[in-house]
């Protein structure tokens, strides 16, 4: 293993409230960069401007001789620039970095890494959201950096017959992408066969995947398996991980052969079948765990596609909302116009282990019982129980040590309006406001995320980190 790369990581580590990281090969070319916030023009959403490109050729204005990256490339020395102004055809940035060098064994310049700490837009990439022409992939409703730059790669992805592995946690979404890469793709007019693998008994599993012979056994009548329905088209595959592995090895066949044959059956047959696998565990953890062979995995994940569980997607709440509000007002006949402020706020701050599936089920439920012209408090009692209910069990578990210790922010304010002594107001709302902005950084791994939840910018979170000797 080229031994550069742990010190591309180490300085990543090193760096972790950085603005943006960019890595250069020593021939001057983006390899890869990364955002550590999520706005929307963040460089997330400009990737595709810089991966891959040149810096001689990437920004227009280029002066070589103060270009902090390639005083690096060159000299295999620290860089350092402030308020360097770069100018691309579709967008101009301001960026102040650090230009690492990372050396190769024998000591040349392998790499340069660019670390900014101020990363600002003069001008921005045209970001109005278009068609793709593909309607599958449209219906995709987001706001998230993410899913926007998953659906900007699907319609490649659909194009492919290669294998898809589909991770994500129960409820976000998985079937929806299997059918967007089936429907955007030349496959479309081909069956789209979709199976819970969890749900197939374990001693009629394989006639059920590759069909059985008449005559083959007692009782047998020939007949097609999902791999014969499937043929010229996709089979999406749910919960993969519900195949034992002496049946893992079965599959891993059928895929790299393009053939089965079914059970009594005594030729092959030829299967033309793109195949999609989803699961809600974690792939490496099924590996560790020895629920999944290594092989079958490596031949089932030739593209790989993670999806973010909604919590992490809070912008995308509101949104998907909307959706499912359209939506069963047509089936329902009702003309509810969207969610209270009370109803907005708790959607907003429940945890959805159930993700996509369990905000649908809400609203759905919520139709049922909802008179008004907004979804309230009341048509969402049963989701009201089992936050209560959670609430209680978190109280249960907590040691009573510990609970005393955890302030949230609410608890806090409703210390300082309690009684009638006398308080600078002034000191009284910073002291507030670093609790309050203390108790979101301990809760999210990065300044991004807790600034999200803030709803602030990250760079006013940093500014207020600054003002108020927030320590990190």
């Given amino acids: 293993m ?9 300085i990543m580590e090193d760096n972790p409230y950085a ?22 023009f963040s460089l997330e959403s400009i990737t595709k401007y810089l991966v891959g490109k040149n810096i001689y050729s990437l920004y227009e204005n280029l002066d070589e001789s103060e270009s902090s990256v390639i005083t ?62 593909y309607p599958y992939i449209d219906s995709i409703v987001t706001a998230n950096p993410a899913i926007k730059n998953l659906k900007e790669r699907l319609p490649a992805f659909a194009e492919s017959s290669s294998p898809v592995f589909i991770y994500g946690e129960t409820g976000t979404g998985k079937q929806l992408i299997a059918e967007a890469l089936h429907y955007s793709g030349p496959r479309k007019n081909g069956p789209f066969i979709s199976q819970n693998c969890a749900a197939m008994p374990p001693s009629l599993i394989e006639s059920l995947f590759f069909g059985t012979e008449k005559g083959g056994f007692t009782g047998a009548e020939s007949k097609k398996g999902i791999f014969e329905q499937a043929n010229g088209g996709t089979l999406f595959l749910d919960e993969i991980n519900s195949v034992d592995m002496p049946f893992q090895a079965k599959l891993l066949k059928a895929v790299e052969e393009g053939k089965i044959r079914r059970v009594g059956g005594m030729e092959d047959i030829p299967v033309d079948v793109r195949i999609v696998c989803a699961t809600n565990e974690k792939p490496f953890e099924l590996l560790k765990a020895g629920k999944m062979r290594e092989d079958f995995y490596y031949r089932i994940s030739v593209i790989n596609i993670e999806l973010p569980p909604l919590r992490e997607r809070t912008g995308d709440i509101e949104l998907l909302s909307e959706r499912f509000i359209r939506i069963f007002n047509s089936r329902f006949g009702k003309n509810i116009e969207g969610l209270s ?72 304010v409703s210390i300082i ?46 500014y207020k980190i600054k003002k108020l000797g927030i320590e990190l």
């Fill in 72 to 133: 690096t490339l060159r000299t295999g020395k620290v860089t350092y620039s402030e308020n360097q102004r770069l100018r691309h055809r579709d967008f101009t940035i301001v960026i102040s970095s650090v230009v690492y060098p990372v050396m190769d064994k024998d000591g040349s310049v392998a790499a340069a890494v660019e670390v900014a700490h101020k990363f600002e837009f003069e001008s921005r990439p045209e970001t109005k959201e278009v068609s793709s022409g």
């Fill in 2 to 10: 080229l031994r550069y790369f742990d010190s591309i990581r180490k």
């Fill in 341 to 412: 402020p009370m109803v907005s706020d708790v959607f907003g701050n429940w945890k959805w282990l159930g993700n996509i599936r369990e905000l649908k089920n809400v609203i759905e439920g919520a139709f049922f019982l909802e008179d008004t012209p907004e979804i309230t408090l009341s048509s969402i009692s049963p989701l009201l129980g089992r936050i209560q209910a959670s609430a209680k069990r978190g109280d249960e578990e907590e040691p009573a040590e510990e609970a005393e210790e955890k302030v949230s922010p609410d608890r806090y």
């Fill in 417 to 462: 309006l309690s009684g009638n002594r006398q308080i600078n107001l002034q000191d009284e709302m910073n002291r507030a406001e670093k609790e309050i902005i203390e108790y979101y950084i301990a809760g999210n791994r990065y300044l991004r995320d807790a600034a999200e939840k803030l709803g602030i910018s990250p760079q006013a979170l940093q």
């Fill in 19 to 40: 603005y943006a990281v960019l890595v250069f090969n020593r021939a001057g070319t983006v390899e890869y960069c990364m955002s550590r916030y999520t706005e929307p």
